[in-house]
């Protein structure tokens, strides 16, 4: 049962777009919402992170939407850049034992941002 | 950069063979974790820890087993390869930050097994 549902699962945008990633949960636990980036051959890396008492949170080019009625969030990446090129994973995160921070991760996507 | 260390990072070797992936942290975090990833696919938590001497099973089942003496050392262990076992291995660490106990995770830059 995969309980962050992760769309689309490529993507492939001109540079200088709009990137958009979405994710959906159903675990009404999770309280904490983290993207992470993932380059070939690197473990993934945090990308920016939010709360559900938060709509919005922006750094830089991204941008996290998330709508806690819906259970849903996205990643908006403004201005694309071929750097930008990766694989991106969103997570949900809820306290497991011993106040050990479980992840739940979605399937991925991956980005190719074109020249 | 996070100072959180894998070896070896690439790895192929024959089935029934016993292998040990290595992990530390510079960080001195309390919590470690070890994922493991397919090709382009999901990352599932395996095993889990939040302290010495402390170990959970993760989600995702797993033949491997882990131990954790020593803070900084989060060892993986798979007493007879197969070609099952074949995966990345990702290993990452955590503890509560001054301003937050989101415990962000941070990843090592993993071990790729083979087993032939």
């Known amino acids: 049962q995969q309980q962050v549902k992760q769309s689309p699962q490529s993507l492939i945008v001109q540079k200088g777009g709009i990137s958009i990633i979405n994710c959906a949960y159903e675990?009404?636990?999770?309280?904490?919402f983290p993207w992470y980036q993932q380059f070939p051959g690197k473990g993934p890396a945090l990308l920016i992170a939010?709360?559900?008492?938060?709509s919005e949170k922006k750094e830089g080019r991204f941008t996290i939407s998330f709508n806690k009625s819906a259970k849903q969030f996205s990643l908006h990446i403004m201005d694309s850049q071929p750097g930008d090129s990766a694989t991106y994973f969103c997570?949900?995160?809820?306290?497991?034992?011993?106040?050990?921070?479980?992840?739940?991760f979605g399937s991925g996507t991956q980005l190719t941002v074109l020249p | 950069e996070a100072d959180i260390y894998q070896t070896p990072r690439y790895l192929v070797i024959g089935t029934g063979k016993k292998i040990t992936l290595e992990c530390s942290q510079t960080?001195?975090?309390?919590?470690m974790y070890w994922y493991q990833q397919d090709p382009g696919m999901e990352l599932h938590l395996i095993h889990y820890?939040?302290?010495?001497?402390?170990?959970e099973k993760g989600d995702l089942s797993s033949e491997s087993t882990v131990s954790r003496i020593r803070t900084e050392h989060f060892p993986l262990t798979l007493e007879s390869a197969r070609p099952s076992h074949t995966s990345q291995y990702l290993c990452?660490?955590?503890?509560?930050?001054?301003?937050?106990?989101?415990?962000?995770?941070?990843f090592g830059p993993g071990t790729r097994l083979t087993v032939l």
């Open positions: 997570a949900a995160s809820t306290i497991s034992s011993g106040s050990a921070r479980q992840l739940t």
């Open positions: 939010i709360r559900p008492d938060v």
């Open positions: 675990n009404t636990a999770f309280d904490y």
């Open positions: 960080m001195g975090h309390d919590k």
């Open positions: 990452a660490s955590s503890d509560p930050t001054l301003y937050s106990n989101y415990n962000e995770q941070f």
């Open positions: 820890s939040y302290g010495v001497n402390s170990t």
